[in-house]
């Protein structure tokens, strides 16, 4: 249906190399919309746009480089035109106890998952609401919902964005800027079975309060994100979509 189209459209998709992100940008793709990944690995980049095909391009960032945020934003604009779509999906967990946790291990977490998610969202921002258009979507997490042990920093970056979704959303929305979030549940990708293979107490757990009765796949957070960047989702902004299978209303 072409409400849910994406043709014509360029996004940016931090961290889409790998896991989630390369998910959102082949569905992205499939959609109509020319990509953008970004990360600070090269080689992971180049392999995903080898796989996602033309309309996929890469730049290489790290966006706790915040100085490097607005460089970045013109380069794509000079070469494929204005930015329609921005999902901060790039980001960090740590998985310590918190008496464990340094002021260092704290600072780090933050700084990618807030820090420069509010820089780039920013960058993107004014160029978006002078055009009187655009899509901002940002990953949270179940961890912004409720008390997951060992992961304060994460959970506390996580809730600051989901926050911050709702504010940006009054400030812009009038604009013609819509602003919201995902927040995934337990996604089958290469990392996080390793850390629920590292840990089958929590892996079960999880699996018992699943409503489903199974983790999710990531196109499931890529076609949820293709809903929220169309014209399917032209009335909805300021919300938090939990992709999870029911596991934050689970028992």
Same mark, same amino acid.
């Given at each position: 249906?072409?409400?849910?189209?994406?043709?014509?459209?360029?996004?940016?998709?931090?961290?889409?190399?790998?896991?989630?992100?390369?998910?959102?940008?082949?569905?992205?793709?499939?959609?109509? @919309?020319?990509?953008?990944?970004? /990360?600070?690995?090269?080689?992971?980049?180049?392999?995903? &746009?080898?796989? %996602?095909?033309?309309?996929?391009? *890469?730049? $290489?960032?790290?966006?706790?480089? %915040?100085?490097?945020?607005?460089?970045?934003?013109?380069?794509?604009? !000079?070469? %494929?035109?204005?930015?329609?779509?921005?999902?901060?999906?790039?980001?960090?967990?740590? #998985?310590?106890?918190?008496? +464990?946790?340094? +002021?260092?291990?704290?600072?780090?977490?933050?700084? $990618?998952?807030?820090? @420069?998610?509010? !820089?780039?969202?920013? $960058?993107?921002?004014?160029?978006?609401?002078?055009?009187?258009?655009?899509?901002?979507?940002?990953?949270?997490?179940?961890?912004? *919902?409720?008390?997951?042990?060992?992961?304060?920093?994460?959970?506390?970056?996580?809730?600051?964005?989901?926050?911050?979704?709702?504010?940006? !959303?009054?400030?812009?929305?009038?604009?013609? &800027?819509?602003?919201? @979030?995902?927040?995934? /549940?337990?996604?089958?990708?290469?990392?996080?079975? $390793?850390?629920?293979?590292?840990?089958?107490?929590?892996? +079960?757990?999880?699996?018992?309060?699943?409503?489903?009765?199974?983790?999710?796949?990531?196109?499931?957070?890529?076609? !949820?994100?293709? *809903?929220?960047?169309?014209?399917?989702? #032209?009335?909805?902004?300021?919300?938090?979509?939990?992709?999870? /299978? /029911?596991?934050?209303?689970?028992?």
């Amino acid at each position: 249906m072409t409400i849910f189209s994406l043709e014509g459209k360029v996004a940016l998709i931090t961290g889409g190399g790998t896991g989630i992100g390369f998910d959102i940008a082949k569905c992205m793709i499939e959609a109509g @919309a020319t990509v953008v990944i970004t /990360g600070r690995r090269e080689q992971p980049l180049q392999d995903a &746009v080898a796989q %996602l095909g033309e309309r996929a391009h *890469y730049f $290489t960032n790290d966006v706790t480089d %915040l100085a490097g945020l607005e460089p970045l934003v013109e380069a794509i604009e !000079a070469k %494929l035109g204005p930015v329609d779509i921005l999902v901060n999906n790039a980001g960090i967990n740590m #998985k310590k106890p918190a008496l +464990d946790v340094s +002021d260092e291990d704290f600072g780090r977490i933050i700084n $990618t998952n807030l820090n @420069a998610v509010f !820089a780039l969202t920013r $960058t993107c921002a004014r160029r978006m609401v002078e055009r009187q258009s655009g899509s901002i979507i940002m990953i949270t997490s179940m961890a912004a *919902y409720y008390g997951i042990d060992r992961v304060a920093a994460y959970a506390a970056s996580k809730s600051a964005v989901a926050g911050m979704v709702k504010v940006l !959303a009054s400030e812009w929305s009038g604009k013609n &800027v819509r602003i919201n @979030a995902i927040a995934p /549940g337990f996604i089958e990708t290469e990392m996080s079975r $390793t850390a629920m293979n590292n840990d089958p107490e929590r892996r +079960d757990r999880a699996m018992r309060r699943t409503p489903m009765g199974k983790f999710g796949k990531p196109e499931d957070i890529g076609w !949820a994100a293709v *809903y929220l960047a169309s014209d399917a989702a #032209k009335y909805v902004t300021g919300a938090s979509l939990p992709v999870d /299978g /029911g596991n934050s209303v689970g028992f």
